[in-house]
């Protein structure tokens, strides 16, 4: 059964989607992109971050996007930590392909089972005024807990776009990507600059975290659904672009929405997978891929 | 080790094994047995292509799923006997594993790890939307009322693992030891310059994905009758991919004895935490210790032991 009021919302739950699945990914276009980390473990600190903004919620009665701002300083501090141990441990050595990728690997799961002890596998959601309303326009509904999450990725992947083209270390930050060691002829240190970036990507997954958990109830396992989901969206986006990642993300997020209206939910995880294996077996550079 | 004492060792595993399963003590001991072994077929598999060739394929759940479902079909289908069973589900899987080889042909590294997780849960997501074999409810099969040989059915099955575990490593002995284990190593190291000095880069890759999916397939095809009930969500279990990958990894992943070693410790200790402890706390212990030793010790157990010897040598 086909209609248009159907499309029309499929499309609109689509495009608000997409906005979100934008700041999940922007932490992996940064770490994954620019800065050859292939951080695996990202989804799994997004539901770190919904987690956060769980226990906030329902023992402070926090906003969760209040929380998802205060935390990102923290996550900032993990990332720091972490691209410590991964520079010290893997990429000083040079073996940062294989191993540095179980590394993160093992990390996922390490953080995933810990969720699982502490929080069972109880679906959990937060409470705030807005959630549960929403906007009619015409035939379309726009509800609150989507039109949220959609924005603040938008205002997000804007604001990462000016650090990243408009300041000194964005700058800097595309540099080390280009090109690590003319960098360090000019006199900057590209581990530094990585290890700021890396602890960006990281501290993005706080406010992720807190617009999933906004969006929908969340589960530790759900991280695995978003691996597929980053990494679709970030090569699609051809690998360290901003705005590609912006245009990428939409894209996913309208096609894994017409996938749920008409073929049914449970298709719409292989969705992203499927759109992955595509990418990479017909144009691995992505759309914006230089 | 010669290949003389090998042979030696493997038939006595096996002599041994045909013994204990006439024993007839508690089942559970098969039961728990049966999982290690499991772990020493499919570590072995991930070890030939992650080990030898250095592609990280996390779609293990993948191969030993599709290993389970054809044997879900067959038995469905026409009742087939365990060992048409066998070979269909490591057809299967092997089929599987020579189109992700051809992956490798476009895909190097990180995207090809991502790409093997990406198929695992696509096929993941067939299953579930597939209603012959129980859909995201899962089916439950019967086993055959009387076993082949053994005290009754988990007997026969553990030994049928222990057989193909057998089988699984002396396949994986055989690759490193010929030419085909140079040219993977070969790839490991450096793929353009194997690729310059005229190693057959493509097919040997295409060996290393195909053999290593066959065993993986094995490895899943008797868990219908293991269990007896097979969903989707038990059988494309992430902990196949994290401790098929960890084994190796624990134990030492340029030797074939390697990821014997890591999946008989860890699976054993694993099992022994899941009846004292929890199961949420041994696989938490899995994801430490994996972490610990691609820090601490990145060439596993079997290169400490080599590292400790050869300090010990130049000493002396």
């Given at each position: ?6 499309l ?13 699945y ?28 919904s ?9 402070l ?6 929380t ?47 969720l699982?002890l ?11 005024s ?91 396992a ?18 360290g ?7 990428a ?5 309208i096609?894994?929405?017409?996938t ?31 | ?79 087939a ?6 070979v269909?589900g ?49 089916v ?28 699984a ?29 005229g ?17 993986m ?18 059988v ?13 990894m ?8 390697g ?5 008989v410790?860890?699976g054993?200790?694993q ?16 994801g ?17 032991v080599?590292?400790?010897t ?5 000493r002396a």
């Open positions: 059964m086909f209609s248009l009021d159907l029309l919302n499929a499309l609109v739950a689509g495009i608000l989607l997409g906005g979100f934008a700041v999940v990914s922007l932490g992996i276009s940064i770490a994954f992109g620019l800065l050859d980390i292939v951080n695996i473990a990202h989804p799994v600190f997004v539901m770190l971050g987690y956060v903004a769980y226990i906030l919620n329902a023992q009665g926090f906003d969760p996007v209040l998802g701002v205060l935390f990102a300083p923290v996550f900032y501090g993990l990332g720091l930590l972490l691209y410590q141990i991964y520079y010290a441990s893997f990429e000083r050595r040079g073996a940062e392909s294989l191993r540095g990728l179980v590394f993160f690997f093992g990390i996922l799961f390490v953080v995933e089972v810990s699982l502490a929080f069972g596998v109880d679906y959990r959601l937060v409470e705030a807005y959630i549960g309303e929403s906007l009619r326009i015409g035939p379309v509904g726009i509800a609150f807990r989507l039109l949220v999450p959609c924005l603040i990725g938008m205002a997000l992947t804007g604001a990462l776009y000016l650090f990243l083209s408009r300041t000194f270390l964005g700058r800097a930050v595309q540099a080390v990507s280009q090109d690590a060691f003319a960098l360090r002829l000019m006199g900057a240190n590209p581990v530094r600059i990585k290890r700021l970036a890396f602890g960006i990507a990281i501290a993005t997954a706080s406010l992720a975290g807190a617009l999933l958990i906004m969006i929908g109830p969340v589960e530790p759900m991280n695995r659904e978003y691996i597929g989901r980053v990494f679709a969206v970030a090569v699609l986006g051809g690998m672009s901003v705005g590609g990642t912006l245009v993300a939409l894209i996913l997020g096609v894994e929405s017409l749920a209206t008409f073929s049914g939910p449970s298709w719409s995880v292989a969705v992203s997978f499927a759109v992955l294996l595509l990418v990479l077996a017909v144009r691995p550079a992505g759309l914006f891929g230089r | 080790m010669t290949n003389r004492t090998f042979a030696v060792v493997a038939v006595t595993v096996l002599v041994a094994g045909v013994i204990t399963a006439r024993l007839g003590v508690n089942q559970y001991y098969y039961f728990a047995a049966y999982v290690v072994l499991q772990y020493v077929v499919l570590a072995t598999a991930w070890n030939i292509l992650g080990g030898y060739t250095g592609y990280v394929n996390f779609g293990t759940p993948a191969f030993f799923a599709l290993g389970a479902y054809t044997a879900v079909v067959l038995i469905k289908s026409i009742k006997p365990l060992a048409a069973q066998l269909a490591a057809a299967v899987a092997g089929v599987l594993g020579f189109a992700i080889g051809y992956l490798t042909l476009r895909l190097r590294g990180v995207f090809f790890s991502i790409a093997t997780l990406a198929l695992a849960v696509v096929l993941q997501t067939m299953f579930i939307n597939w209603d012959y074999t129980g859909g995201a409810r899962g439950t099969l019967a086993r055959p009322p009387v076993a082949p040989f053994g005290a009754s059915y988990v007997e026969f099955l553990f030994v049928v693992m222990l057989g193909l575990a057998v089988v490593v002396a396949t994986a002995r055989w690759i490193e030891g010929s030419w085909i284990g140079r040219g993977l190593a070969a790839i490991r190291d450096n793929e353009e310059a194997a690729e310059c000095m190693v057959p880069t493509l097919r040997l890759k295409l060996v290393a994905t195909t053999v290593s999916g066959v065993l397939g094995l490895a899943g095809a008797p868990f219908p009758y293991y269990l007896t009930f097979v969903e989707p969500t038990s494309f279990d992430l902990n196949y991919a994290v401790n098929s990958l960890a084994m190796p624990i134990g030492g992943s340029t030797t074939w004895i990821p014997v070693i890591g999946a410790l860890l054993t200790a099992q022994i935490a899941m009846v004292t402890i929890s199961s949420a706390l041994n696989l938490l212990l899995v430490l210790i994996l972490v610990a030793f691609v820090i601490l010790a990145p060439e596993g157990i079997v290169g400490l080599q590292r400790l050869r300090a010990s040598r130049s």
